[in-house]
């Protein structure tokens, strides 16, 4: 039992030790990107067996009923990530923008990335975008999917035996579950560095890599305070966190544009433009997830100085559905403001009518903007309920 217990402690420390290795890898990675392999093939069995399998569930998934089947949305986050990460690179890389609303991206080993809904919302131009694709394909790029599993594979075998050959040895196997996850950490923190350097090598300013992780965690904190709830960034992410903390990656990655301090166009207007058609829906279904807090500071990021029809009507869903009696008056006011200022869509006549009703005030005026909602949109799926509604 003893030199089972040697044993273990042996492994787990080459474990630690390949951890700290790839924690010192992002700091090379600053200096110069690896050589790249246009047509690389999977090597070896593990490699080889990840590929395949993947290579069935993307079969299954491209046909998903939430991937947005967008060519031209597709194309336009593709430009964005061969602009940082360059056309040789991305040509390997198959995109699948799929409806979900919160923020997030990943990619597989076999060269499918899949970007949520949500990202394209809270990213504010091309450069914070490209910093998530360019971090997202610096773990492809870097073999990171084969090395994890290697890494897990190893450490549970480890686990295995020495509860097989050492059952008192809880403290250990705790340590071996956490130098997983400190490798993770390692990998995460090595593809931001990555992304970082795309960045600082392409048109765009690399200081958004750090600008979209502060944005996110004013969102974390609008969020907790409209559910009367504090939050604490922390630099360190825990003993068994498998991803950096916000707070530690906006550090890290602000010192190293502050070295760098380079200049770029993060592409604002452009942004705006590429994901015009699709705001609406991105910003229905942000409503939809109930967060007061943080949906009203996504709206005020989005809005800045120039509030938009389309935000001006998220907004008004945004109070309405809250319903407290002075968030119906705040509804209705910003259901007006977005008539007033063209706002095209049918159901910004339908939420000022329902605003009204709810709050008892101008019932002839709920009644006229209900009617002029189904006179714009008879085939409503609420079509009915509404007309009920008018005629009572």
Request: aromatic share 8%; net charge neutral.
């Given at each position: 039992?003893?030199?089972?217990?040697?044993?273990?402690?042996?492994?787990?420390?080459?474990?630690?030790?390949?951890?700290?290795?790839?924690?010192?890898?992002?700091?090379?990675?600053?200096?110069?990107?690896?050589?790249?392999?246009?047509?690389?093939?999977?090597?070896?069995?593990?490699?080889?067996?990840?590929?395949?399998?993947?290579?069935?569930?993307?079969?299954?998934?491209?046909?998903?009923?939430?991937?947005?089947?967008?060519?031209?949305?597709?194309?336009?986050?593709?430009?964005?990530?061969?602009?940082?990460?360059?056309?040789?690179?991305?040509?390997?890389?198959?995109?699948?923008?799929?409806?979900?609303a919160e923020f997030n991206a990943s990619m597989a080993p076999n060269g499918m990335m899949i970007v949520q809904s949500g990202l394209l919302l809270r990213a504010t131009n091309e450069a914070e975008l490209a910093a998530v694709l360019g971090h997202e394909f610096g773990h492809f790029e870097l073999r990171h999917s084969l090395t994890g599993f290697q890494r897990r594979r190893t450490a549970t075998d480890i686990m295995a035996w020495t509860a097989l050959l050492a059952p008192n040895t809880g403290g250990l196997q705790n340590s071996i579950a956490g130098s997983i996850f400190a490798f993770?950490?390692?990998?995460?923190?090595?593809?931001?560095?990555?992304?970082?350097?795309?960045?600082?090598?392409?048109?765009?300013?690399?200081?958004?890599?750090?600008?979209?992780?502060?944005?996110?965690?004013?969102?974390?904190?609008?969020?907790?305070?409209?559910?009367?709830?504090?939050?604490?960034?922390?630099?360190?992410?825990?003993?068994?966190?498998?991803?950096?903390?916000?707070?530690?990656?906006?550090?890290?990655?602000?010192?190293?544009?502050?070295?760098?301090?380079?200049?770029?166009?993060?592409?604002?207007?452009?942004?705006?433009?590429?994901?015009?058609?699709?705001?609406?829906?991105?910003?229905?279904?942000?409503?939809?997830?109930?967060?007061?807090?943080?949906?009203?500071?996504?709206?005020?990021?989005?809005?800045?100085?120039?509030?938009?029809?389309?935000?001006?009507?998220?907004?008004?869903?945004?109070?309405?559905?809250?319903?407290?009696?002075?968030?119906?008056?705040?509804?209705?006011?910003?259901?007006?403001?977005?008539?007033?200022?063209?706002?095209?869509?049918?159901?910004?006549?339908?939420?000022?009518?329902?605003?009204?009703?709810?709050?008892?005030?101008?019932?002839?005026?709920?009644?006229?903007?209900?009617?002029?909602?189904?006179?714009?949109?008879?085939?409503?799926?609420?079509?009915?309920?509404?007309?009920?509604?008018?005629?009572?």
């Open positions: 039992m003893a030199f089972a217990r040697i044993l273990a402690t042996f492994l787990l420390a080459g474990l630690a030790l390949s951890a700290a290795q790839g924690q010192h890898l992002s700091k090379t990675q600053i200096v110069q990107l690896p050589p790249f392999t246009a047509a690389y093939a999977p090597q070896g069995v593990d490699e080889k067996g990840l590929w395949s399998g993947l290579d069935e569930e993307e079969r299954k998934f491209r046909d998903s009923q939430f991937v947005i089947a967008d060519p031209e949305l597709k194309a336009y986050v593709r430009s964005v990530l061969c602009r940082v990460v360059g056309d040789a690179r991305c040509r390997s890389v198959r995109i699948y923008i799929v409806r979900v993770n950490r390692a990998q995460e923190k090595e593809a931001d560095m990555h992304s970082f350097n795309f960045l600082a090598a392409s048109p765009y300013p690399s200081s958004a890599a750090a600008t979209i992780w502060e944005r996110l965690m004013a969102e974390q904190d609008a969020t907790a305070e409209g559910r009367k709830r504090k939050i604490k960034h922390s630099y360190s992410s825990g003993f068994f966190a498998s991803h950096p903390s916000e707070l530690a990656r906006s550090t890290y990655l602000r010192e190293a544009a502050g070295k760098v301090a380079d200049e770029g166009d993060p592409a604002i207007q452009a942004y705006r433009a590429g994901i015009a058609k699709w705001l609406p829906a991105l910003l229905d279904d942000q409503i939809r997830l109930n967060d007061f807090g943080g949906s009203e500071y996504l709206l005020k990021s989005l809005a800045g100085d120039d509030w938009t029809p389309d935000l001006l009507y998220a907004r008004g869903e945004l109070y309405r559905q809250r319903g407290h009696p002075r968030d119906l008056v705040s509804a209705a006011q910003f259901y007006r403001e977005a008539i007033e200022k063209g706002c095209s869509r049918a159901e910004v006549h339908r939420g000022l009518g329902l605003a009204l009703l709810r709050s008892g005030d101008q019932p002839e005026a709920a009644r006229a903007a209900l009617l002029r909602y189904i006179s714009q949109k008879p085939d409503a799926s609420d079509a009915t309920m509404i007309a009920s509604l008018i005629a009572s």
